[in-house]
């Protein structure tokens, strides 16, 4: 009796020891052949200035790597004209909707402080996008602060070389196909949801509470189970095919959205199960 009590505390200790790991947004990739470490970090994008902060052990882990990789390098003067282009409005994307869809959607926008005309100046996936950031309820949205940005000038003031895992191409094209006038209507009439779901989200970012940020990005609030695959599950069987080339080469900061990190196709556990360690920074 005594000693099933003893390994029942023990399995408890080392159930409780996992998950007090994955309190962290910051993880080591090393083993498997590796002559140098990676780290593979994840971003909330953005956040007000007030709660915008890039930590000490992320700093010395970015300068202790050789190379950046982000989703899609903003720095790419390339990039910027083809996000561009899927900023313009789209004009037959209204055309969707009945005159009573219409009205409905632009009495609550106008409640928000917004208007379905604004899909006559920007398109669908930035009239969302405007939504988002404005969920963050910051005094001024326009000061917003990018994590990408961030790290992506201090790779430029460190002299480091910048990657990406995709290109905004593939990004904006498969947006354009998840948010539908169906979607779109939807996130409409779901906005006065958003802010208390950003605020926690914010709150589990500030302390690196991956587990709880993790279920709070894939809320049915904001993601089907169709956005989940397209956005979070496809990409990362993607990238953890692309991932392995980049570090044997060189050592590597990887900043990607943190709902990338865990879940079943989540890129730790995809990582691990191709031969790496990958473990929590604390």
Sequence with gaps: ?????????????????????????????????????????????????????????????????????????????????????????????????????????????????????????????????????KSFNCPDPRQLKSFEAELLALAHTQGKTVGELETPEFQFSML?????????????????KYPDLTAKMVNAYKSENLAELTKLIQDPTWMSKEQKEKLLNDRNKNWVTLIPALIKQESCFIAVGAGHLLGEQGLIPLLQSKGYTVTAVN
């Design 1 to 133: 009796m005594k000693k099933n009590l003893i390994l029942f505390f023990l399995f408890f200790f080392i159930i409780s020891l996992s998950f007090a790991q994955s309190n962290s947004l910051l993880w080591k990739i090393s083993g498997n052949g590796l002559k140098q470490d990676s780290y593979l970090f994840g971003t909330i994008h953005m956040l007000c200035p007030e709660d915008f902060e890039i930590k000490q052990k992320n700093l010395t882990a970015l300068a202790a790597s050789q190379k950046v990789i982000f989703e899609v390098d903003l720095s790419k003067a390339e990039n910027m004209s083809i996000i561009q282009k899927y900023t313009s409005p789209d004009p037959d994307f209204i055309k969707a909707y009945s005159e009573e869809e219409i009205r409905k959607m632009d009495s609550v926008l106008t409640a928000e402080q917004f208007s379905i005309k604004i899909l006559d100046y920007v398109s669908p996936i930035t009239a969302v996008s405007l939504f988002s950031m």
């Design 176 to 192: 354009k196909d998840l948010i539908t006038p169906k979607l779109f209507m939807e996130s409409v009439f779901q906005l006065d």
